[in-house]
Structure formats: C-alpha cells, structure tokens
C-alpha cells in the first residue's frame, strides 16, 4: 500500500503564497487521481483540487485562480500551489490517492495557517 507524506504547510500572512508537497512511497502515476482536501476546525472535510491520471484537474470554486494542483510522476510527488492565501483557507491540508477500485490512501495532513 502506498504511503502518502505531506510538507510545505505553515504560517503565512493573507494575499502569500506557500506550495504544499506530497511524497508517495509508491508510483503515483497508476492512480485514477491524487487529490488535496481540506478540514478547517469544525468542519467537514472538503475536496481543494484533484488531477487525474490524464492530466485533468478539478477545484473547489473558492479557490479556482488562486491554487494550482500539479504532478511529477518522476518524483512520484503532488504539488499544490497556494497563492493570494485567505484566512478562510486555514486549515489541515490532506493528501489523497484514488485507486481505480475505489481504494482510498490519506496522508497524515500539513497545517496551513494564514493569519496577519
């Protein structure tokens, strides 16, 4: 089973940017897609951005122009791009990896914070 570890999270002030990492264990590039979700303090997760195996990318409207969601099958690593960062995006950011079969693979989560 593949392991997920995500870095690059942080403290950042409103209008930054950060770029969040995650490092599979195994090849990424059979997954039907890898993803980043976020949970923010009593809340429900929620699904940021997902890109396909073939290059196809989903966002959350509220984010749509300011994250991008990118992959290096190479490095077997998912970047997620935070730019123009809100208050409103604090929160733990996971990876995901979605296998064909449905199987689903969490990382342990990175902390954004974006406060002044």
């Known amino acids: 089973q593949v392991q997920l570890v995500e870095s690059g999270g942080g403290l950042v002030q409103p209008g930054g940017t950060l770029i969040l990492s995650c490092v599979a264990s195994g090849s990424i590039s059979s997954m039907y897609y890898m993803a980043w979700y976020r949970q923010a303090p009593g809340k429900q997760r929620e699904l940021v951005a997902r890109?396909?195996?073939?290059?196809?990318?989903n966002y959350l409207d509220s984010v749509k122009g300011r994250f991008t969601i990118s992959r290096d099958n190479a490095k077997n690593t998912v970047y997620l791009h935070l730019g123009s960062l809100k208050p409103e995006d604090t929160a733990v950011y996971y990876c995901?990896?979605?296998?064909?079969?449905?199987?689903?693979?969490w990382g342990e989560g990175t902390q954004v914070t974006v406060s002044s």
């Open positions: 995901n990896a979605r296998r064909l079969n449905g199987f689903d693979t």
């Open positions: 890109i396909y195996s073939g290059g196809l990318t």
